[in-house]
């Protein structure tokens, strides 16, 4: 029998040709907890406004793989050691760090799970994967969780410059067709540096920082926050909460195997066990929409019109404001939808709702800040070195308000 090539390069959209680098990263990416990303979209119900936007979690995970290995070639370039041991650990933590996330990526953390985040599940997936590949995960793990002590690790994977910022705001740009996010990431990753310790980018790429936190901005209410995808990715939240409700209720709804466990059982952190996450590794964006198929058909009026509403991209009407909504404007939406469809308030409160959104660029903060490292060795936070005078407004939070109610 001939031997399997595992030294495979894979052609990406973004930075063209991707190669593996060895045979144990491979035999991750192969692993059917890593494959489960291929089935899970990276911008949730965005391909509802933009219809580019249908890239995966797999797309973006192998993305920051490429990105990691080029900002591990040029720190070795600027004499910074770092062990093939090392190198391996960094490139597997940072291919595993979003594998924890569930169905449309977000939506599952507000609904049919309580106090589970998608960095604690993929916690649980690497620990589990740890005990499959003979323990060979350790490092990248303490590395995941900040415990190592190269402290410089940790921002490469998870700070406000990090590996995963460069992948995701260039990949959703190209996605979307929304050019104001498009970053240059070889040029960041070109100007990195380590100082004391910590990741650096070094002075002449200042400007290019500058573009990086504008563009995180633009992005974010262009596209992340835009106001449709707001108002769809909270129906989707009510779907499931509401299946949640009825099946509590002893009402039979039809789902998958993976998805009726969720719905059937209170999850939480503490009886989230190894079966259960056996469960959830089975849990895709293809479980959710076939549910919601299904889910026209039911008899619960409140379900089956959310259902229909993204199935058939009937959304509801969505205002995105200053200042806090009225409450006499939700009370009118309220009576309104209960009176034409004589429907309680309980039911009627699925369609009319309130919330806010907040979008802050750079956060000031000492332990993880942007830092410009100078000529003469010394360095700044990348607010003070700016002369752009505006980019410290993109250090103050910018809070939104949207009500959302059915269109007439």
Known sequence: MNQRNKLKILNDPIYGFITIPNERIFD?????????????????????????????????????????????????????????EEEEALLIAILLHDIGHGPFSHAMEHSIVNGVSHEWISLQFMEKMNAD????????????????????????????????RLDYLKRDSFYTGVAEGNINSERLITMLNVSNDKLVVEQKGIYSVEKFLVA?????????????????????IRVLKRAKELVSKGVKLPATKALSFFLENEINPSNFDEATLHTFSKLDDYDIVSAMKEWISCEDFV?????KSIINRDLLKVKLKKNPIDKNK??????????????????????VFEGEVSNLAYKETEEDNISILYKNGKTSDVIKASDQLNLSALTKPVVKYYICYPKP
């Open 330 to 351: 939700i009370e009118k939406h309220l009576e309104e939808l209960q009176q034409a469809y004589n429907i309680s308030r309980e039911e009627a409160n699925y369609f």
């Open 133 to 164: 590949f003979n323990q060979s995960l350790t490092l990248a793990i303490q590395i995941f969780k900040g415990e190592y002590h190269r402290k410089f690790f940790k921002q490469l994977i998870a700070s406000q410059l990090d590996v995963d």
């Open 28 to 84: 991750i990416i192969e692993h059917k907890y890593f494959q489960r990303l291929r089935r899970i979209s990276q911008m949730g119900m965005s391909y509802l406004v933009y219809p580019g936007a249908h890239h995966t979690r797999f797309h973006h995970a192998l993305g920051c793989m490429h990105l990691m290995r080029k900002s591990l070639d040029v720190l070795r370039f600027k004499g910074v050691k770092i062990s093939k």
């Open 303 to 307: 379900l089956k019109h959310l259902c």
């Open 216 to 236: 995180r901005r633009l992005m974010y209410w262009q596209v992340y926050l835009h106001k449709t995808s707001l108002g769809a990715e909270q129906l989707l």
